[in-house]
């Protein structure tokens, strides 16, 4: 279990803390939502989470049998809807070496669109990934 606290600002800006490291980041309102948009929203965080978690997997999958990810790369685009305002679509891009071998890569990109933070989504929100 990981604990992280968290404290609003004021000015739709809050600041969270990783317990165990001690690290923070901060969230504000985006511009159209009352904010100002300096830093990550907290539904970019869940783009971002997205993204990085499957990178993380498919990373960790490659260390697992000593294929070489380096230089992988990836993006995220979050589309907004209303009435609820939530997120309504993620399109993710993973850029994988272009060296992987075909069995490589398509073992990894099975394990990266397992990742937990996948799993874990609403089935109302689109998500569409690509890899590269």
């Known amino acids: 279990m990981v604990r992280i606290e968290a404290s609003y600002d004021g000015n739709l800006r809050c600041t969270a803390t990783h317990a165990p490291s001690g690290n923070q980041l ?5 511009l159209d939502n009352k904010g100002k948009g300096e830093s990550f929203s907290p539904t970019d965080l ?14 960790i999958r490659a260390d697992s049998k000593n294929i070489s990810v380096e230089g992988m790369t990836g993006s995220v685009e979050k589309s907004m809807a209303a009435n609820p305002r939530r997120i309504a679509k993620l399109e993710v891009v993973i850029n994988l070496p272009s060296d992987l071998e075909i069995v490589e890569r398509a073992w990894l990109i099975t394990e990266g669109c397992n990742c937990p933070v996948c799993v874990s989504v609403s089935e109302s929100m689109e998500v569409d990934i690509t890899f590269q």
């Not at 901060?26 to 985006?30: E, F, M, S």
């Open 46 to 59: 869940l783009a971002t989470s997205m993204l990085t978690c499957i990178m993380t997997i498919v990373a």
């Open 26 to 30: 901060i969230t504000d309102a985006p």
